[in-house]
C-alpha cells in the first residue's frame, strides 16, 4: 500500500471516530474495528519508540483530555495485567535499558 492510500484510510478512520464522537454514537465504529487499529497503533508506537533515540510525541497536534488518557491507560494496563508498581519501574526505565 503506498503512503497516499494509507493516509486516505487513516484520515477516513480518524473522521469516523470523530464523526461518531461528537454525535454522541460512538458504537457508529465498531469494536472489532477500535481493537485492530487501537492494537496496531499501540504495537507500531513502541517499534518506533524502540527504534529512535529520541521519543514521538503519541498525539501530536491532536492531544487527548486528561479523562481520555487515564481511561486508556487503565484499560491497557489491565489487558496487559499490569499493576501501578510495573509502572512505576517502566516510567522510569532509560532508553538503554
Do not use: H
Not at 4 to 33: M, N, Q, R, W
Not at 65 to 87: G, H, K, Q, S, Y
Amino acid at each position: 500500500m503506498n503512503s497516499s492510500a494509507l493516509t486516505t484510510e487513516a484520515a477516513d478512520f480518524c473522521a469516523l471516530a470523530e464523526d461518531a464522537i461528537k454525535s454522541g454514537k460512538p458504537d457508529e465504529v465498531p469494536d472489532d474495528v477500535l481493537q485492530r487499529v487501537f492494537s496496531a497503533a499501540v504495537r507500531l508506537y513502541t517499534a518506533k519508540w524502540e527504534e529512535r533515540q529520541q521519543e514521538l510525541p503519541p498525539f501530536g497536534d491532536r492531544p487527548v483530555n486528561a479523562t481520555e488518557a487515564v481511561t486508556a491507560i487503565c484499560a491497557i494496563m489491565r489487558a496487559a495485567d499490569l499493576n501501578f508498581f510495573d509502572l512505576q519501574m517502566w516510567y522510569r526505565r532509560t532508553r538503554d535499558e
